[in-house]
């Protein structure tokens, strides 16, 4: 069976950018596959380092994990920090992981703002902290939205520089598997993952800027739908979307140079499960005046029932905390195997 692993940073409220990019595939990959969902706190210290409430942004994750439909008993749910692994592979991976290579990840010139000298080390090594997530369970399939694309081309440049590096190390253990990449075949210890970044909405933008991604950092609310929004907000968010001053175009073609209607028709075609062009053919010609109460029912119908479930889950969090802890115990004994394998293939006594 094909592992997925998937992660999502406890950084404040979860939006629709997160639910369509990531959390809505999650729970639909876990029919075929053995799948083990990450809440990232680790992560979360790189955005900022004291949080006023860790715990509750923690289980408001987890809440969302459940609500949405995932089962923490088939599969696995549980918080990063509870598995030291993540962070004992991270350096190893710190020092695999090339200078040059970290230089060009986009997110971090991002975040790091126009002051880089004053950003964290942590923030920076974000990419290869990301690496261990997956590999520390020699995962092979992530779901993520294309915003992460860049850190899991990364991830596999650095299982193919272990795999190289370490190949005889590995060969004499016998740790290895047979891979092949390109048309080469490899005898690897870490696979190389695939990202899962298909869909019609892989990056939805902001509601007030359709070239900049929704983010549960934009400092305007009305930027973002959040999971938790109810139904008066997400109308009124939807409402004062900005748009352009033309109707809906009836081919894909007619989206082109036009960000905010191109992410709006984006949005739909993903809640109603359609492509944007049959979405294309059933509102072209029409306004937003048409299409925007559209979206709404929409959005409000695939997340209410998300919201009422998130708040009913985070009313218990003694309940939240026993998955996690059961999430925990169980990713910590295989990623325990991970970790002794790799000590064997560097050569760590322990
Ligand atoms: N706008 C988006 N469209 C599609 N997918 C998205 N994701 C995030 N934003 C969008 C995906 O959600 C997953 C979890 O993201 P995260 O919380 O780990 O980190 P992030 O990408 O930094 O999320 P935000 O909301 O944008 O936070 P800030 O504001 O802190 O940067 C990932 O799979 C991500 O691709």
Redesign the pocket.
Known sequence: KPLVF????P??NL?L??Y???IRKFVALQANNDCIYCV?DM?ALT?QLVHEDMPNQTRSITAAFLAAGIDPEKHIVFNQSAVPGHAELAWIFNCVARIGWMNRMTQFKD?AGKDREQASLGLYAYPSLMAADILLYRATHV??????KQHLELTRDIAMKFNLDYMEHIRRTGYGIDITVGDEPVHAYFPMVEPLIDGP?????SLRDGTK??????ASDLSRINLLDDEENISKKIRKAKTDPDGLPSEIAGLAGRPEADNLVGIYAALADKSKADVLAEFGGQQFSVFKPALVDLAVHALSPITTEMRRLMADPGHIDAVLRDGSARARARADVTMKQVRDIIGFLY
């Not at 909405?201 to 933008?205: D, G, I, L, Q």
């Open positions: 998937s992660g999502v940073q950084t404040g939006h950018g997160n369509l990019g990531a990232v992560h955005a975040k779901p993520v939205g294309d915003d992460q909405a892989p990056r939805v933008m991604k929704m983010s549960k950092s934009d």
